[in-house]
Each structure stands twice: as structure tokens, then as C-alpha cells.
């Protein structure tokens, strides 16, 4: 029986190792993905300089990369799910580093906007992966629970210091924002080689399904990009949102024909699926939207550098990095529904008072407002995340990821499609900045009210769809 004993603890302690290294893999693919989305806000007045374009080929720079990442996360979804975890995680951080090579290496806007969608591809494979193995590797949901905080941290750390980073590798030279990322890929890849191997679904590919995620989601962003340029009543720009209206209604059909579909509706059957897709959207509204707009105010109507633009920030991103690790215990002492709504009045209220704010208001003031919009994330993000992984069956945790990550990359892309066609349409600056923020804040005001009928407490994947749909 000792002979019996040692054997279990042997394995116990190889599988909490192995299970050490998933996580640790997951955070560094966060932090890389997440690191893409912000720090490439400060640079873009220098990469406007080195490159040239105007505000839509700037917006093409950040729609690019979440573009791509919004559209394919649901098919890397299914691809984790059908492939595995580790595989899917690997093929997705070692594109993602050749996809940074390629961005810092761009001698033409065009070039580097093709990177970024090449980047954003790379990202919308790994990120559902990541949650997938940490799903897989935490059987206990109270460890899940703290190991998506930990996962949370990553992005959290990136985030705060994104902007700053960002900052000061600019005022050297704007490519570096994107070779930064190869040390830590590398090292990813290096962890994940220590993981155990995923569990695979053998589920055919849905190409329809696909296609027409990809047809609406480009159409609907080139037609917002594009309004601001040419107006909403540009023939183009209509027939964009016409394909966005065809392309919706035929995802729509053929996931409820085909026989394996891409994402099964039935998921969205229930009311805290979709409170979490709807949070997921109206977080990055204003998380993604507000240091788009803001880094370019700073950087034109207040004259600041990078670097200076990358202190602003600074308060914002570094609360969230204060905040995360607590998330989890939050979420274990009040369940997740007081943060999370807690969360989202957080940001509607930054949002709102920095919208109103005189164009003369000192810098310290702003930067303590945009505070507010940094505790938004983790009070929203982790509790919402660890409720969504707790509540759908563990043979589509790989899809429900993709679709509440799709969600929020789309409420990114949006945000800069929408805001910068604003910003052009304005008569002055501070008029779009004004009309962006406000929008931001109503978006986020209504899910907050939403999200008041979250559960309680967290729900159990064995009552996935029982007790919670209208």
C-alpha cells in the first residue's frame, strides 16, 4: 500500500507540475495578445509619421489585427476543441511571433496592416486554446476559478504596462512595440512542451459557417471604417452593410441546418451566455475605444510625446494590475455578479466624466478619471470569464471561449470603426472625442443593467441551461 501511496503522490505532483506549466503557457499567450491591443495605440501618430496614411489607415493598423481575431475565434474554437489545446496553442503563438517579425519589418502601411491581420489570425488561435488548457488542467472548480485570476493577471500586466512600454520603445523606434513579442513567444512555446497532451473532439470543419462569420464581421467593419471617409450614405458603404445584414442571416441559417455546426445556437439559449457575450462586447467599447481616441487627443490637441501619453495611462492600466490578483477571492466571497455589475458602472461613469471634461482640464485630472475605466477590467473580465468556463458543458468549452472572445474583439473593432468615423464627421476634435466616449458609456450603462440578472453565485457546468433561460 506505501508502494500504492507513492506511486498516486508521484503522479499528483507530476500532474500539478504539468498543470503549473499550462497555466504559465496560457498567461504568457495573453499577455502577448492582449500587449497587441494596446501598446500599438501610443505608436500610431509615429507610425502615421514613418508611414504616412490618414485616420482610416490608422484605424486599418487596430481593425486589422482585431478583425481577424474577432472572425476566426469562433472556428479556433471548434479547432481547439478538435485538435487540442497544446497543438492549437502552439500553432497559434508560433504564427503569432512570425506575424510580430513581419509587422516590426514593414517598409509600407499597406505592408504592415496585411501583418496585422496575419497577427490577428494568430492571436484568434491561441486565445481560446489558452482557456482550454487551463480548463483542462484544473479538474477543481475553485482552482479553475483562481487559475483564470492568475490567466487575468497576464493580460492585466500587459495592459498596465502597455502604453507606458509603449511609450518609451517608440520614442527609439515604433517597430520594436512588435519584436518584443518574440522572447516571449519563444518562451511559451518552451512551456507548452512541458504540458500534458489536450483531449481531442473529432468534429468536422464547418466552412459555411465560417465563411459567413468572415463576410459579416469584414463587411460590417470595412462600412463603419469607411462611413467616416466617405459619409453613411456612400453607395459603398450601404452595399458594406447590406453584405453584413446577408452575411448575419446566412451564419444564422446554416448553424441551424448543418450537422455540426460551427457554434450550436443552443448555447445561446441561455440567459448568462448571453449576458457574458454582451459584456464581452461592451467592455471593449470602452476599453479599446477610449486609449484610441485618447492617444491620439494627447498626442495632437496636447502636443505630448509617447512616452508622455504612455504616463497618462499609466494610473489606468496599473489599478487593473493591483486589482487582478484579488479577483477570484472577490468573486468566492460575493459570487459575480456585484463585480461585474460594480465593474461596468465603473467604466460608464470614467467614461461619461472624461467625455464632459473641458478640454483645459490638467492631465493629472484625466489620468485619475480613466482610473475608473482600469477597474472595469478586473471586476468584469476574470469574474465573467470563470462563470462562462464554469457554465457550459467540457466538451465545448474550446467554442464557448471563442464565442465570448469573439464578442469582445468585435466590441473593439467596433469602437474604432465607430469612433473614428465620428472623430472624421465631427466639426471639431473634441466634438468626436465628446460624441465617442458618451456612446462608449451608454453601451456600457445598459449591460450593467443587464448584468444585474446575472446568478448569484457561479453556476455549475450541470446546470448549464436549467434555471436561467427567459
Known amino acids: ?56 489607415g490608422l484605424q486599418w493598423v487596430v481593425d486589422g489585427y482585431t478583425l481577424m481575431f474577432a472572425t476566426l475565434l469562433l472556428s479556433s474554437g471548434s479547432l481547439a476543441d478538435r485538435i487540442g489545446a497544446r497543438r492549437s496553442f502552439g500553432l497559434g503563438i508560433g504564427l503569432f511571433v512570425l506575424a510580430s517579425v513581419a509587422c516590426g519589418a514593414a517598409p509600407t502601411l499597406g505592408l504592415l496592416i496585411v501583418a496585422r491581420f496575419v497577427q490577428g489570425t494568430a ?44 511609450g518609451i520603445l ?57 462611413a467616416g471617409a466617405a459619409g453613411l450614405t456612400d453607395p459603398l458603404v450601404l452595399a458594406a452593410f447590406a453584405v453584413a445584414v446577408l452575411g448575419v442571416a446566412s451564419f444564422v441559417v446554416s448553424q441551424s441546418r448543418v450537422k455540426h455546426p460551427m457554434v450550436p445556437l443552443t448555447l445561446f439559449g441561455s440567459r448568462t451566455f448571453r449576458i457574458a457575450l454582451g459584456t464581452g462586447f461592451a467592455f471593449m467599447v470602452g476599453y ?95 469574474p465573467m470569464t470563470a462563470v462562462l468556463l464554469n457554465h457550459v458543458p467540457p466538451r465545448t468549452t474550446g467554442v464557448a471561449s471563442g464565442v465570448f472572445n469573439t464578442s469582445r474583439q468585435l466590441g473593439g473593432a467596433m469602437a474604432v470603426a465607430v469612433f473614428g468615423a465620428l472623430l472624421a464627421n465631427s466639426a471639431s476634435f473634441m466634438n468626436g472625442l465628446r460624441d465617442s466616449l458618451l456612446l462608449a458609456a451608454a453601451v456600457l450603462l ?6 444585474s440578472r446575472l446568478p448569484r453565485h457561479q453556476t455549475s457546468r450541470r446546470s448549464t441551461t436549467k434555471g436561467d433561460s427567459l
Request: aromatic content about 8%; hydrophobic content about 55%; overall charge positive.
Open 1 to 56: 500500500m506505501e508502494v500504492t501511496a507513492t506511486i498516486d503522490d508521484t503522479a499528483a505532483r507530476t500532474r500539478q507540475r504539468n498543470s503549473g506549466f499550462a497555466l504559465a503557457a496560457a498567461v504568457l499567450g495573453f499577455f502577448v495578445v492582449t500587449l497587441d491591443a494596446v501598446v500599438v495605440n501610443v505608436a500610431l501618430p509615429s507610425i502615421r509619421t514613418g508611414l504616412g496614411g490618414g485616420i482610416s
Open 446 to 451: 445598459v449591460t450593467a443593467i443587464a448584468g
Open 123 to 166: 492571436a484568434a488561435i491561441l486565445m481560446p486554446a489558452s482557456l482550454t488548457l487551463i480548463s483542462q488542467a484544473y479538474d477543481d472548480k475553485l482552482r479553475r476559478g483562481r487559475a483564470v485570476g492568475i490567466w487575468a493577471l497576464g493580460g492585466a500586466v500587459a495592459s498596465s504596462s502597455g502604453p507606458l512600454l509603449g
Open 288 to 382: 479599446y475605444g477610449l486609449p484610441f481616441m485618447v492617444s491620439l487627443y494627447l498626442q495632437g490637441p496636447r502636443g505630448l510625446t509617447s512616452l508622455g501619453t504612455g504616463l497618462v495611462f499609466a494610473p489606468m492600466m496599473v489599478i487593473g494590475l493591483i486589482l487582478t490578483p484579488f479577483s477570484a477571492r472577490i468573486v468566492e466571497r460575493f459570487g459575480a455578479r456585484l463585480p461585474v455589475c460594480l465593474g461596468l458602472l465603473a467604466m460608464t461613469v470614467g467614461l461619461g466624466v472624461f467625455a464632459l471634461l473641458p478640454a483645459s482640464t490638467p492631465l493629472a485630472v484625466l489620468s485619475l478619471v480613466m482610473v475608473l475605466v482600469g477597474m472595469g477590467g478586473p471586476l468584469t473580465m476574470p
Open 170 to 226: 517608440t520614442l527609439v523606434d515604433w517597430r520594436l512595440i512588435f519584436y518584443i513579442n518574440v522572447p516571449a513567444g519563444v518562451l511559451a512555446l518552451w512551456l507548452l512542451r512541458r504540458t500534458e497532451h489536450s483531449r481531442r473532439h473529432a468534429v468536422p470543419f464547418d466552412w459555411i459557417g465560417q465563411g459567413a462569420a468572415v463576410v459579416a464581421m469584414a463587411a460590417l467593419t470595412f462600412g463603419a471604417i469607411e
